[in-house]
């Protein structure tokens, strides 16, 4: 998978700044991590988080941007014994609050793109009074976001279709700046021999780069269970 130097050389060579002259280094990887941004809205990783439970401990840190099921496993063998139920699931209880308490799982999202599951209090106390050997695999099910990568090594989990609708998005946002920026444009035309490209082109160039991206956009967009 593409590391963050990776997509960086690709993005330049995409802009046709391959010797790195025009653009800065740092817009680059800007460009690459917005375009993550936009790769996690569109296309969220499907993960699953396997809970090690505390006594007197009802809400866990899951790194999840929302749950879709969560279910109780046999500790030897990991075959699924119940479904632990959303706490407000039609038909199971009138009052979410009581439900949320005793019988289902509910789920908080937090500012850093993960979030805190609560399980059913009666069900954990009877769970961690068991002998640990003996105590089954909560298996938590959802979406989660690909972190930001900011250290040039790191490698960012994008498959061939996500890197290239990345590399879309960050060739829109630098033709987008070229179009709005007569003095990066004039480098841009002399350091990468496009001296035949004039504004209005430059401009066309950009909303081209602009409808490609939505393009790809539209036919990545993964919907979601939940």
């Given at each position: ?41 569109l296309i969220p990783l499907e993960s699953q988080v396997d809970l090690i439970l505390t006594s ?142 004039s504004p209005v082109m430059m401009m066309n160039m950009a909303a081209t780069a602009a409808a ?15």
């Amino acid at each position: 998978m593409p590391t963050l130097l990776d997509l960086t050389t690709r993005v330049y060579r995409d802009l046709a700044d391959d010797k790195q002259v025009v653009f800065t280094k740092p817009q680059v990887q800007d460009f690459v991590r917005a375009g993550m941004v936009e790769i996690n809205r569109l296309i969220p990783l499907e993960s699953q988080v396997d809970l090690i439970l505390t006594s007197g401990v009802y809400r866990y840190i899951v790194n999840l941007i929302q749950p879709t099921d969560v279910d109780i496993r046999d500790p030897n063998t990991g075959v699924p014994i119940q479904t632990i139920p959303f706490a407000n699931h039609p038909g199971l209880d009138g009052d979410g609050d009581d439900l949320k308490g005793r019988w289902g799982w509910a789920f908080q999202r937090t500012a850093d793109d993960r979030g805190t599951i609560e399980l059913p209090r009666s069900w954990i106390d009877q769970v961690t009074a068991m002998d640990p050997s003996d105590q089954p695999i909560i298996r938590v099910y959802g979406y989660a976001y690909r972190t930001i990568p900011y250290t040039d090594t790191f490698e960012t989990g994008l498959g061939g279709e996500e890197e290239y609708a990345l590399r879309e998005f960050a060739k829109a946002q630098g033709f987008d700046l070229l179009s709005h920026d007569r003095s990066l444009f004039a480098q841009w035309q002399g350091q990468t021999n496009n001296t035949d490209v004039s504004p209005v082109m430059m401009m066309n160039m950009a909303a081209t780069a602009a409808a490609n991206w939505q393009r790809r956009r539209g036919a990545i967009r993964t919907l979601r269970r939940w």
